[in-house]
């Protein structure tokens, strides 16, 4: 439970740098970009685990949502760079 709530909190953060990275007159597009995957992701796992546990046990749903959390993970450590604005080209 306590990770959870961890999980919450490092989810504002996340809000906060998108806010910090995006260009100035974009930073409302890409909130909504930002807040579009994470409600796709909220509506696709579940129905994807729902399969899962249907048809097998706790396993491979569970096999699932660790291997998110890897992917995640590498690609915050491998494919985020320096932390910067990006700058408008207007």
């Given at each position: 439970?306590?990770?959870?709530?961890?999980?919450?909190?490092?989810?504002?953060?996340?809000w906060?740098?998108?806010?910090?990275?995006?260009?100035?007159?974009?930073?409302?597009?890409?909130?909504?970009?930002?807040?579009?995957?994470?409600?796709?992701?909220?509506?696709?796992?579940?129905?994807?685990?729902?399969?899962?546990?249907?048809?097998?046990?706790?396993?491979y749903?569970?096999?699932?949502?660790?291997?998110?959390?890897?992917?995640?993970?590498?690609?915050?450590?491998?494919?985020?760079?320096?932390?910067?604005?990006?700058?408008?080209?207007?």
């Amino acid at each position: 439970m306590s990770i959870a709530f961890f999980a919450t909190g490092l989810a504002s953060i996340t809000w906060s740098l998108v806010a910090s990275l995006a260009p100035k007159r974009l930073i409302g597009l890409t909130g909504g970009v930002f807040n579009f995957v994470g409600g796709l992701s909220a509506v696709i796992t579940p129905a994807i685990i729902g399969y899962l546990a249907d048809g097998t046990s706790f396993f491979y749903p569970l096999l699932f949502i660790v291997c998110l959390g890897f992917i995640g993970a590498l690609s915050y450590i491998f494919l985020v760079g320096k932390i910067e604005r990006i700058e408008d080209r207007v």
